[in-house]
């Protein structure tokens, strides 16, 4: 072998040297940055919040957070929830004119006995009669003692996107004045589309429940009371990601909040109802 394949070999071996010890180190930042990161998952970390693109509320600001559930949380351990320091839950009751949520009802119990102020909420259906919805939202509820009022979750993601903004807001409105005229108190959740198009423009003095991932002092403007901040939240007592919130104000003025939703409860359901006609409807040529 002459001298200078002898030199090629030896630079080869060593060019192959340094990129193993380059892959190696790879590897190892690698499963570093991955053991960081499941850490970070795991307890909720600044870090994660930042990899995540998400949020960080000020608690001492903004004291009083709350969750937001349905089925798809499966089983909840709301002891452990209000021991994580929430305050709150708006439980998923039912959607459109004739869903019901599964898990509503023991959802409802076991909040009720941890201690949480507890609320339910309904998925609106763009196409149908709002009059229907509020009928079976108010079938679910039934005589269920609420602290939070009825929430109306209007938005597009999964909806009806074919249906005219005109009639969504003829339906949405038909159920409101439904739900009011026993006495409820109601919110509406919606994002921002939502509040352009149902909101700012037709629905006034109506309490107000923002989806949108900015600080809560970016909201100044826009007059409401909760504020989803995080579809990622990891809160004691519940598998998996879940909906985070936070209530506009203090708890002084949480408090003072609570005292002005007084919700109608009764024994039995009622409803204005013809028993000539099969269902409830809404005539869209008014």
Known sequence: MTKTSTTVTARSLKRRKLLKRALIALVALAVAFGL??????????????????????????????????????????????????????????TEGEDHHDSKFAVNYDKAR???????????????????????????????????LPLVVDVEDWSNDEQIKDERTQKHLDAMLDNLRSRGHK???????????????????????????????????????????YSHWGRVKGIWGDVDLNVFNGSAQQWEEWLKTLTPLQTDTVYYEFDENQDEYYIDDEL
């Open 113 to 147: 006995a941890s201690g949480l102020k507890v609320g339910a909420y309904h998925f609106f259906r763009k196409k149908t009669d709002g009059l229907n919805q509020a009928k079976n939202f108010l079938e679910m509820v039934g005589w269920r003692k609420l602290d």
């Open 186 to 228: 109601v919110m509406i959740y919606t994002n921002g589309d939502g509040y352009k198009k149902y909101i700012k423009n037709g629905q006034i003095n109506i309490n107000l429940w923002l989806c949108t991932f900015k600080q809560p002092d970016k909201l100044r403007h826009i007059p409401h009371q909760m504020q989803q």
């Open 36 to 93: 960081l990161m499941l850490w970070a998952y795991k307890n909720r970390t600044d870090i994660f919040h930042w990899w995540r693109g998400e949020i960080v509320i000020d608690r001492n600001k903004y004291p009083i957070v709350g969750i937001d559930v349905s089925s798809h949380n499966g089983d909840i351990d709301f002891d452990k929830v209000k021991a994580d320091g929430y305050s709150f839950v708006f439980i998923k009751a």
